[in-house]
């Protein structure tokens, strides 16, 4: 249409007006049929496509060449805040590349119009800034397009509208830059040029192009080839400044170009420096925190050093550690970024997924990662744009996995432990935790009374005779619980073994309740025992014994022994 109406002004303005107005409402269909985020952001990519499409029909075919020129660069504008705002809506990798497109972009406008312009002094001041404008639009929609492509894998008839798009975006710089001149020339540079972004916009409104708006990974380190084509580009753009160019204001804009180039390059070095200490910190942390969980046994110091190392690592607000203990289910967290997010949903979930997984709100991103043991370790980054790049998860997953060994050697050093010390049968002190105790408070009573009581079942022989092995075990474990109701909370209950239990006190006032301690155990197993195969009666025979200065641990031992068999002989008198 563009072509027929060409060199007739009030056509002209009607078709650019036409343009405006299907560019806007195909934009207003594709919003609200698609849904996408952001649906303002399309908006603005219409106004980009009407301005930038047709400028002097839109402006009327005698409009001065100034307004022109002014609704370029609010087409230029608009293609600007679109993909801006894409990004920052987008956030991970697409910020990255973000950077290397408009480095790219202005590198290809500076070198362009500089090599383009060489030897030709006599060219007027506007058309040279329109070349400016025209090339930085079109270098702009290229990258834009570009990274479309990448992004319109799944739909074929996206990738056809943005391949057209490109390829009049090429021969539309190409025309736009000969030596016929840039208004002038409406029926190459502009209809080409118009229809690159109606492609642009058809491509942009296909239904799998809502992918635009959903937030993505960043990847890992930066690949040798866009450092190739980074180089190449500030090679260009250097090299574009030094080819002689009539005027010293077309040299004073090529080294602003230069040093816009300049600029993005300085703060893409710093985001990969920064890339970098992240990735090693978190290089870092894996082999720490293994190094620390073959070393640690102690399995709430190990939580927590975790937690600690993990938050400075990775930079978070908050970190917390859901995972089971001993005692049931156990939190630790270091908090001041925000309150806690209910950590019992993320713990139920959790533990049927093996890989981590990021929950984005408005205000935060919460990376959780389930243990292979039971529970969740949550990262916590507090802000509207956080996220974990895909470095950071790796290294989390690899955090969960050392997390998970490390507490099941813990919980299996804790359980040996536990395995050595106390009966299996009753869950007492055994034995060898008994003498232990003993000999650290014989040694060390620094003055303190030591009591012992020696305690016999009697007639236990005749349960298990008469009841069986099974009844046996029963009784030994019921009575072991009467007897914990009746020690004191600082005194040791233990298994001797067999049928023979010993009650550890210390303190001042040993020697005074040892006496009454044997009296209320006597009279609590003297009470009948409701079996499952029937009831038993037993009694307890008690010998008390009270460490004397300079008295060992075996003599010690043997007294209680000899008062609980004397004891046993007076009650088998009656």
Known sequence: MAVLVAGVPAAETLAGVCTAVVAVAAVAVGVRSYRPRGAWIWLVLAVGISCTAFPKMLTGGATPQAVMIFVVLIGNLAFLVAPLSLVRMRGGKDREEAFDGWILALALAVGLRQLLLAGQPDRAVVPQQVVLVLTVTASVTLAASLRLLFLARRSPSAWLLLLGSVAGQFIGISLAMTNSGIIDSVVGADILAGLSRLLLGAAALAPGMTALTVPVERRGDLPYARVVLLGVALSLAIAGVFVEVGGDRLMSLGGLGVLGIVVLLIVRVAQLINDRERARRLH????????????????????????????????????????????????????????????????????????????????????????????????????????????????????????????????????????????????????????????????????????????????????????????????????????????????LLARLAGDEFVVLLQGVAAACHAADVAKRLGAALDEPFVLTVGVAQISGSVGVAVHRAGESMEQLLHRADVAMYQRKRERSRR
């Open 284 to 491: 870092a942390l894996v082999a720490e925190l293994g190094t620390r969980a073959l070393s640690e046994d102690d399995e709430h110091r190990l939580v927590r050093h975790i937690v600690e190392q993990v938050r400075a690592a990775m930079s978070a607000d908050v970190v917390a550690l859901l995972y089971r203990s001993e005692l049931g289910v156990a939190q630790v967290a270091a908090a001041d970024g925000g309150p806690l997010p209910p950590l019992e949903e993320l713990f139920a979930d959790g533990v049927a997924d093996s890989r981590s997984r990021e929950v984005r709100t408005r205000s935060a991103a919460t990376l959780a990662v389930p243990l292979t043991e039971g529970g969740v370790l949550m990262v916590r980054r507090c802000g509207r744009r956080a996220t974990f790049s895909v470095d950071e998860r790796v290294s989390a997953d690899a955090v969960g996995v050392t997390v998970s060994s490390a507490l099941r050697r813990c919980r299996s050093e804790a359980q040996a432990r536990y395995a050595a010390m106390h009966d299996a049968l009753t869950g007492l002190p055994n034995r060898a935790q008994f003498l232990a105790r003993l000999d650290s408070a014989v040694t060390d009573m620094a003055g303190d009374p030591v009591a012992l009581l020696l305690l016999d079942l009697n007639r236990f022989k005749d349960v298990n005779d008469n009841l069986g092995h099974r009844a046996g075990d029963e009784l030994l474990v019921a009575a072991a619980d009467r007897m914990r109701g009746v020690v004191p909370a600082d005194g």
